[in-house]
């Protein structure tokens, strides 16, 4: 795919929609669990463009103590604990009746086994229930789509950022292409290891608070710089600065409580706070994934870039990239928390342009799978 080729007007194969089509959508891949509602209504000028509009967005978060991590049995617990009281709340605040809804979508992976089984349990018995056809979608994909609609990118080249998901991607004849991804840990899942090593809150994120401390740091430490072409190995970067942590000069939050990094700074002292790791982790990782994403503008002639994902929401990312795609008179889109961060009107997106098109999924193939990779899905409602 080249620039040429990709500036040539197509004619997309989606159809309008004949009336306001509704769409409600079911995430809980990982500790989010999303509903949301979505309509599709065709719109009454010459332009012919599809009027879309999120009617509710409703997430509830599974948050552990400092220090933990979460298992997929408790997390799983959990979103069997809050799924009804999430789905009536969305249901709700979109205005309209269950029996109102045309077709339900629902995560069928990629994500955690147990969590993913009880979104589909759950779209299973609602289409039992109210007679209502199912869509089974990829994650990555809703994230893609929800985050071409919310920017209205037309064909960027895409970072996908999250915990458990690090891939650039590019759309070529109704797939989205991985150009380049994580050879082992996520960066989303880098972050936040790091984060309960140093012993930060996990509420809101643990990734969220690495970027606050981050901004209170002043020494960039030496970490590995791992590109592999158009590949990032990170777990190298996750050992090295955690080894930083058991350094005679590192100083836990502890030992900077009873005393100012200012004051020992003036004393002389050469110090390693947990600021100038978080600091240091984020310039490192976040500058390999400028690398491989510049690569793959390069290689497709692409200008703008679409950020999507978790850690999207992460500002300084999102400052990095702007550099970089400012030099190449580009542009970057991201969203905020909202829709980047695991939602269920992201599903509900990509459930509803896959009905569009005529799709659904049997009852008996409303499985879930841990691994389904973005270039999988046959993208039909696109050119």
Not at 52 to 68: A, C, D, K, M, Q
């Amino acid at each position: 795919m080249t620039q040429a080729s990709s500036s040539k007007k197509k004619i997309s194969p989606l159809p309008k929609p004949p009336g306001r089509l509704l769409c409600l959508g079911i995430e809980g891949s990982a500790n989010k669990l999303g509903c949301g509602v979505i309509s599709h209504s065709p719109s009454s000028n010459k332009s012919g463009a599809t009027i879309v509009t999120v009617l509710s967005n409703v997430r509830h978060t599974y948050i552990t103590p400092p220090g933990e991590g979460f298992l997929p049995s408790d997390t799983a617990r959990h979103h069997r604990e809050w799924v009804v009281r999430v789905i009536e709340e969305a249901v709700r605040k979109a205005g309209v009746r269950m029996g109102d809804l045309d077709v339900i979508a629902f995560t069928k992976g990629p994500g955690m086994g147990t969590p993913l089984q009880v979104g589909a349990l759950v779209a299973r018995t609602l289409s039992l229930l109210h007679n209502i056809p199912l869509v089974g979608v990829n994650h990555c994909v809703g994230h893609i789509e929800m985050g071409r609609q919310i920017t209205s990118s037309h064909n960027p080249i895409v970072l996908y950022v999250s915990g458990g998901n690090t891939q650039v991607i590019a759309y070529s004849q109704q797939r989205y292409r991985i150009f380049g991804e994580t050879l082992d840990i996520a960066i989303g899942n880098c972050l936040d290891r790091f984060a309960r090593v140093i012993g930060l809150r996990n509420d809101p994120s643990p990734g969220y608070n690495i970027e606050v401390e981050a901004k209170k740091g002043k020494r960039l430490v030496a970490l590995p710089y791992g590109t592999k072409g158009m590949d990032v190995s990170l777990a190298g970067i996750l050992h090295a600065v955690e080894t930083y942590t058991k350094d005679k000069r590192y100083r836990s939050w502890d030992r900077l409580s009873s005393s100012t990094t200012n004051e020992m700074e003036e004393e002389g002292e050469d110090i390693i706070t947990p600021h100038d790791l978080c600091f240091s982790l984020q310039e490192t990782t976040f500058a390999m994934l400028v690398e491989i994403t510049e690569r793959a503008m390069a290689h497709v002639g692409a200008k703008d870039v679409l950020i999507v994902g978790g850690v999207g929401c992460n500002l300084r990312l999102q400052q990095m990239m702007g550099i970089m795609a400012s030099e190449r008179n580009g542009r970057v889109f991201a969203t905020d928390e909202s829709f980047c961060i695991d939602n269920g009107i992201m599903i509900a997106q990509a459930g509803l342009l896959s009905y569009r098109m005529g799709q659904t999924t049997p009852i008996e193939k409303t499985g879930v799978t841990q691994r389904y990779r973005t270039d999988a899905v046959h993208v039909s409602w696109r050119a």
